[in-house]
């Protein structure tokens, strides 16, 4: 079995920042124009977009790690899950965040989606060992 590394690192950053980019495009569009009340906008949606915006995106990068691999689509598809909640808890981290149970539940939503990706991968290419 070979694992992708390379494209597992590089959808995980394309994952993430695709996340807070469309944060930032949604408390542009949305959001107050003076910059503490757009911070503000920014701290509410977050706490919806992350979650969500995240999942999404680790269910297609899942999917696209996964596809065309030979063995092992659930693997790559939780491996990628697992490098974005770790560069999310990276970021929360550096950003001084206080735990929250809403982080820990997104994260374990990024795993899952990630693994349902790679298993959607599976069932395309017609593998049955997933």
Not at 46 to 59: A, E, Y
Not at 104 to 120: D, E, H, I, P, T
């Amino acid at each position: 079995m070979r694992l992708r590394f390379g494209r597992i690192v590089v959808i995980a950053i394309a994952v993430e920042t695709l996340t807070i980019l469309l944060l930032v495009v949604l408390v542009a569009a949305l959001g107050p124009s003076d910059a503490e009340g757009a911070q503000q906008a920014a701290e509410r949606l977050g706490r919806w977009v992350g979650p969500i915006g995240g999942f999404v995106l680790c269910l297609v990068g899942g999917w696209l790690v996964a596809k065309g691999a030979a063995t092992a689509h659930v693997l790559h598809g939780l491996m990628l899950g697992g490098t974005v909640a770790a560069i999310d808890v990276l970021l929360l981290l550096m950003s001084g965040s206080g735990f929250e149970l809403l982080f820990a539940v997104s994260n374990l939503g990024r795993l899952l989606a990630g693994s349902v990706g790679g298993y959607a991968a599976a069932v395309e290419h017609g593998s049955r060992a997933a």
